[in-house]
């Protein structure tokens, strides 16, 4: 019998479990009937497919018209599966190149900065085969990256670069794991080089969901299991605020410019530490960490929210997108 292999020391970790993160202790979050769940788990995955079917009529359409299209059918796939949206922050020009990044919590979070801010988004090569978010990702022209090889970091920040350059939009999600939102993830700062490259502002953007537990996607959280309780949510709601741009003028490096989006994000409180394991300075916890251009590892460990000391679990996921 062979032993798991242990997840890469390359790959970013989110201290985050479904038991105690997307469940979250204290009273349960409130539901809808199951009949009712189960119309607006059949619409979300009726908008998406209707998504697909349309997909080839846009391709000639212009880019502006094309994004126009992508932000209707996203917003109707998140409003489909019963969730709201509410954006906080200044409307951001239509065609403003900018490098979006944003903190991750949640496959929902792919079509709900879609719906706002659409643009080239950077997800992991699994997502490229996954039901229903496989399909949503590609038709949104998602770059995929392919995490075990880290000689292709290069040629995605390459790939990010060409689309700023073009005057496109990019969208990443740098803390490279889904986080349950009542804690944060370093931002890994490869991304960045492709706005310092091509002289392109940082728009940060904050997500957030209320309540937090049935949107979170955390750990080795299925998604079969995660549609089903965003489906039978009440009231949830997903609020992206647009925080004021960045510009790579002001920062001297990437690391400087991704810690500066980080706090914007964040604000000055990325989370607990994982009990057991003190933090580190910031600067000295990125500097000692290899970069890792991937927007959605989604990897389980010890939950920041538990107290007893813990060791980070050897267990990985293939799941979260982008």
């Known amino acids: 019998m062979s032993t798991p292999a242990a997840p890469s020391p390359w790959f970013p970790t989110a201290p985050c479990t479904p038991g105690r993160c997307a469940a979250h202790p204290g009273p349960p979050a409130p539901r809808v009937a199951a009949a009712r769940g189960a119309l607006r788990l059949a619409a979300g995955l009726a908008a998406v497919l209707l998504g697909v079917l349309l997909a080839p009529l846009t391709a000639v359409l212009p880019p502006a018209r094309r994004l126009a299209c992508v932000r209707v059918w996203c917003r109707a796939v998140v409003r489909a599966f019963g969730v709201r949206i509410r954006v906080h922050g200044p409307a951001v020009p239509p065609g403003t190149p900018l490098l979006v990044v944003a903190n991750h919590l949640s496959w929902l979070d792919i079509p709900l900065v879609a719906a706002v801010l659409p643009g080239r988004m950077l997800a992991k090569r699994e997502v490229r085969g996954w039901p229903v978010l496989g399909a949503l990702a590609a038709l949104g022209g998602t770059l995929f990256v392919d995490r075990e090889r880290l000689r292709s970091l290069p040629g995605t920040v390459a790939a990010l670069g060409r689309v700023l350059a073009g005057g496109g939009r990019a969208v990443v999600f740098p803390e490279g794991s ?6 944060g993830g370093a931002f890994r700062p490869a991304a960045f080089q492709a706005a310092l490259d091509t002289g392109t502002d940082v728009q940060p953007v904050r997500i957030a969901y209320r309540p937090a537990g049935p949107a979170a996607f955390v750990g080795d959280d299925p998604l079969g299991a995660s549609l089903w309780r965003v489906a039978t949510a009440r009231g949830l709601v997903a609020e992206l605020r647009v925080l004021d741009p960045l510009s790579g003028r ?25 009990t057991g394991v003190p933090r580190r300075p910031a600067a000295a916890g990125r500097s000692a960490q290899p970069t890792v251009a991937s927007d959605s590892a989604n990897r389980p460990s010890s939950s920041v929210h538990q107290r007893a000391s813990v060791s980070p679990a050897a267990a990985s996921s293939l799941r979260t997108p982008s």
């Open 178 to 183: 889904t986080w349950c939102g009542r804690a």
């Open 250 to 274: 002001r920062h001297p490096d990437r690391r400087a410019l991704a810690r500066a989006a980080e706090t914007a994000v964040h604000g000055h409180r990325r989370g607990p530490a994982v």
